[in-house]
Nanobody, 126 residues
Framework: QVQLVESGGGLVQAGGSLRLSCAAS????????MAWFRQAPGKERECVVA????????YYADSVKGRFTISRDNAKNTVYLQMNSLKPEDTAVYYC???????????????????WGQGTQVTVSS
């Protein structure tokens, strides 16, 4: 069983930055394929960014390309989402997700992921 705990959300002004963290349990974290999703009120949960365990395949939503970056520290069992140049439309609950042996053709599909965090709220004011 893998447990994921997000942190780092909060309120920020448009143009600002936040870094979300997702701490994972398990001794094989380095083999996890990881993703960040978000869900705004009344909208579907969408993939923001995803990456295979070795970074060989990555996905970035068009809306965040050039602004958001995923990274990981295997020694700390943690994956990060650096968010720069934030916009009000980035406001959502952000979720960390994990799986093993993801089909890279479906990295952005929420059905790919078996494990989910509880979410952290990000609010961007205009």
């Amino acid at each position: 069983q893998v447990q994921l705990v997000e942190s780092g959300g909060g309120l920020v002004q448009a143009g600002g930055s936040l870094r979300l963290s997702c701490a994972a349990s398990g001794r094989t974290f380095s083999t996890y394929d990881m993703a960040w999703f978000r869900q705004a009120p009344g909208k579907e949960r969408e993939c923001v960014v995803a990456s295979t365990w070795n970074g060989g395949s990555t996905y970035y939503a068009d809306s965040v390309k050039g602004r958001f970056t995923i990274s990981r520290d295997n020694a700390k069992n943690t994956v990060y989402l650096q968010m720069n140049s934030l916009k009000p439309e980035d406001t959502a609950v952000y979720y960390c997700a994990a799986t093993i042996y993801a089909d890279t053709a479906y990295l952005e599909d929420k059905k790919t992921y078996n494990y989910w965090g509880q979410g952290t709220q990000v609010t961007v004011s205009s």
